[in-house]
Each structure stands twice: as structure tokens, then as C-alpha cells.
Nanobody, 122 residues
Framework: VQLVVSGGGLVQTGGSLRLSCAAS????????MGWYRQAPGKERELVAS???????DYTNSVKGRFTISRDSAKNTVYLQMDSLKPEDTAVYYC?????????????????WGQGTQVSVSS
């Protein structure tokens, strides 16, 4: 299962960006999809996640500013980022887990998309 990320870029403090992540391949079932980020010198952290029932979870620092959403028909997850702050600057990664159909065999997968840079200037 492949994840393709789009979006990201440079924005001023208080601005907005939207990230998209589309999953493709032999998907049998998608479970959770989420966004992680990694700032220079820091560990990768979970930013937001959404499960099959559209239950969402956010790290405290982005609550009220970021919104994760999911289009199950398109196997796509979005991250709307508003009121961006310089501390949001990081490389953002998409992650998805679920089940794939590998020539008739159902196997679990946990895939990562390519990172996309989000930079917020002060």
C-alpha cells in the first residue's frame, strides 16, 4: 500500500495549510490514518489520527487549530492546519494501517508516505 502526500510549504504565522494523503494499492481495509511530524533535533510525534469510525485524536499543542478528516471513498486523509505557529515547523508524515489483499492473502500493513516540509515564519 502506497501513500502519496501533497501540500505543505512556507507560510507566515497565523496562516493556513492543508495536507492530503492518498492511499493506493491492494487495500482490503483501512483502519487508522494519521499525521506525524518531526522537527529538527526532535523525535517524530503523532499530530492527529482518525479511525474507521471517524473518531479523532490530537496532540494537545494543535487542538483547536488543526482538523483531521477522512474521505473513505477516496482512501484519503486530510490535515487542515490553521493559526500556524513557528513551532509547527517540521516535516510532516502520513501513516495508515489496515489490511491488504496480496494475491488472495489478507495481510496487515503499516505504511508511511513521503514527508512534506511545513515551515512557518515568524
Amino acid at each position: 500500500v502506497q501513500l502519496v502526500v501533497s501540500g505543505g510549504g512556507l507560510v507566515q504565522t497565523g496562516g493556513s495549510l492543508r495536507l492530503s494523503c492518498a492511499a493506493s494499492g491492494s487495500i482490503f481495509m483501512l483502519h487508522a490514518m494519521g499525521w506525524y511530524r518531526q522537527a529538527p533535533g526532535k523525535e517524530r510525534e503523532l499530530v492527529a489520527s482518525v479511525d474507521r469510525e471517524n473518531n479523532t485524536d490530537y496532540t494537545n499543542s494543535v487542538k483547536g487549530r488543526f482538523t483531521i478528516s477522512r474521505d473513505s471513498a477516496k482512501n484519503t486523509v486530510y490535515l487542515q492546519m490553521d493559526s500556524l505557529k513557528p513551532e509547527d515547523t517540521a516535516v510532516y508524515y502520513c501513516n495508515a494501517d489496515g489490511l491488504s489483499d496480496e494475491l488472495g492473502e489478507i495481510v496487515a500493513f503499516d505504511s508511511w508516505g513521503q514527508g512534506t516540509q511545513v515551515s512557518v515564519s515568524s
